[in-house]
């Protein structure tokens, strides 16, 4: 690992200030202490924002809530308004890695993980997105946990974060501190499709520090799955975040997002779109996701998951219209 | 060749001060084996997949290989030389040793300093994957200790035995009413 110096940030001010070229923030050092011993990522700085005083969990009275960039996974998982309000949010995070990882893990280092594509974690292979120009190895080779939709030419990479695609389809919005002042920007415009520019997972700028998450209040029903190759302690090969709100038969409000399918948390706007005001049947859930998967463009070794993706999509959603019917 | 950067840090390890001067790259991990010689966190992975090197970081389970050791500054480290309290094993300890629950032991410091954090979190009524109703207390039956151990690998499949011995620690907790 190349040296590097590390100072801790004591405010936003200070971390903006201190944050220069060849600096990085560290959170957790979760995902960036392990892409730094792979030789993947080499700063020549580290500006620890952790130990920011972003580690409070607000409930406001219209029943959202401001998650400080700091909070553990953990904390985020154990809190009892989170687990009530937005339950698909406490098991999104529970569902991912292990007890002892989230308890390092932020909230702010775990929206900015990197891919887990083997070839961007192999320093000694080309790949797009550690290496712009040097190619995308995965696209014929190994890319059997790769995404089906949303792809280029240059890049086929998913993003792995659990947490990332509940609050996707929550409609989170993401506050963020930036050299030129302090902006608002709804989740789905942080990540990013590849397009010919792998090299950005996010729209963020140099400097940009993320200080807290906004969740919407949600008030139906909600669930986390995740399909993995164990049990346990393993990312998601597909996952599903949704709510579903029924009455009387018929879908009144629903929220849908997909995880390991694409470069970004998969927000299903046209399943959504397709399902409200629907009959809240088997069929009409099939048919729903269906249009989503439509723009599905799957690769040699990874065509499984769109009937996998699918399939997870109406289980989901009618295991919450029952809940929602009793 | 860079030059290593230092950095001055105290840690307090199973109740010990210790003040330290670090390379910035050195992990919680290699400063508890290197510098103080308290080679029971083990490393098996370095990447935070196995759990072998897993210490009480202030209290909480964490990875000993992803905890950049500067990053860590004045925190409280607790070990598997820091479980046993006054010559006498912890009671998680001593369940281990009922049930077989190692083989080599390669992967035990890390099991037991991991499972001694799962039952605070536990008993603090921390949800996990398997809990089915996140508004409910927490059980710890074999699924729920198998998920929340799930970061702990064994190479020697001693799970059978670890889950026994995680078991009758958090009943006997439950008893004790502590
Ligand atoms: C073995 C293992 C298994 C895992 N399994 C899963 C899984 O199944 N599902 C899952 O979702 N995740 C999984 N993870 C990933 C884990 O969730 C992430 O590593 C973690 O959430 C990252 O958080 P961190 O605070 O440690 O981030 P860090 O590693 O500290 O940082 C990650 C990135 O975020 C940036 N950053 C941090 N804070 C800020 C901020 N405030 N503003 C701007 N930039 C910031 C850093 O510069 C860095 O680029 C796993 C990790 C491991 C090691
Ligand atoms: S899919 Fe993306 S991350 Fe993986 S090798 Fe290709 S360019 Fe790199
Ligand atoms: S050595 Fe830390 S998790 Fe394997
Ligand atoms: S006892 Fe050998 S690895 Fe667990």
């Known amino acids: 690992m190349r040296p590097f110096a590390y100072e801790r940030a004591t405010s936003v001010q200070d971390a903006l200030e201190r944050h220069s070229d060849g600096a990085v923030y560290l959170g957790g050092g979760t995902n960036l202490v392990d892409l730094m011993r792979l030789g993947v990522e080499e700063p020549a700085r580290l500006v620890d924002v952790a130990h920011l005083p972003h580690d409070q969990i607000e409930l406001r009275p219209d029943g959202s809530l401001v998650i400080g960039a700091a909070v553990s996974n953990s904390a985020l998982a154990a809190d009892r308004t989170v687990r009530e309000g937005h339950p698909m949010l406490a098991q999104a995070v529970l569902a991912g890695a292990s007890g002892q990882v989230r308890n390092l893990a932020t909230v702010a280092g775990n929206l900015l993980q990197r891919t887990r594509c083997p070839y961007f974690q192999d320093a000694s292979k080309p790949c797009n997105k550690r290496d712009p120009g040097s190619g995308c190895p995965a696209r014929e080779g190994e890319h059997h946990n790769l995404a089906i939709m949303g792809h280029s030419p240059e890049c086929v990479a998913t993003h792995p974060s659990d947490m990332a695609v509940a ?11 930036g050299r030129a002042g302090e902006r608002t920007i709804p989740i789905d415009e942080l990540h990013r499709l590849p397009e010919n520019e792998p090299e950005r997972d996010t729209t963020l700028e140099p400097g940009d520090l993320i200080t807290a998450v906004e969740v919407p209040p949600l008030g139906m029903p909600s669930r986390y799955r995740k399909v993995r190759e164990r049990a346990s302690f393993a990312f998601a090969l597909v996952s599903v975040a949704a ?31 397709a399902l409200r005001g629907a009959e809240m049947t088997g069929e009409s859930f099939q048919r729903a996701a269906e249009v989503e998967l439509g723009v599905a463009e799957p ?13 997870l999509i109406v289980r989901t959603l009618t295991e919450l219209a029952e809940r929602g019917a009793s | 060749m860079d030059m290593p950067i230092y950095a001055e840090i105290t840690l307090v390890v199973n109740g010990t001060g210790h003040r330290l001067s670090v390379d910035t790259r050195a992990s919680l991990l290699d400063v508890l084996r290197e510098d103080l010689g308290l080679t029971g966190s083990k490393k098996g992975c370095d990447h935070g997949q196995c759990g072998a090197c897993t210490v009480l970081l202030d209290g909480r389970r964490a990875n000993g290989c992803l905890a950049l050791a500067v990053a860590h500054d004045g925190a409280e480290v607790v070990t598997v030389e820091g479980l046993a309290k006054d010559g006498r094993l912890s009671p998680l300890q001593e369940a281990f040793i009922e049930h077989d629950a190692f083989q080599c032991g390669y992967c035990t410091p890390g099991q037991l300093c991991s499972a001694t954090g799962m039952l605070d979190e536990a008993e603090q009524g921390w949800p996990s ?10 059980v710890l039956d074999d699924e729920e200790i198998r998920e929340r151990m799930s970061g702990n690998l064994c190479r020697c499949g001693a799970y059978a035995g670890i889950v026994a011995a995680v078991r009758q620690a958090a009943q006997r907790r439950e008893a004790a009413g502590t």
Do not use: C, F, M
């Open chain 1, 299 to 311: 690769l040699r070794d990874n065509a499984y998951k769109v009937p996998l993706v699918r399939n």
């Open chain 1, 243 to 273: 709510a579903l709100d029924v009455d009387d038969g018929v879908v009144r409000d629903v929220r849908l997002a997909l995880g390991g399918v694409a470069h970004k948390p998969w927000r299903a706007w046209h399943t959504e779109d």
């Open chain 2, 129 to 138: 994957a398997v809990t089915g109703d996140l508004g409910a207390d927490t």
């Open chain 1, 167 to 177: 609050l996707a389809a929550l409609g989170a919005s993401i506050r963020i501190q």
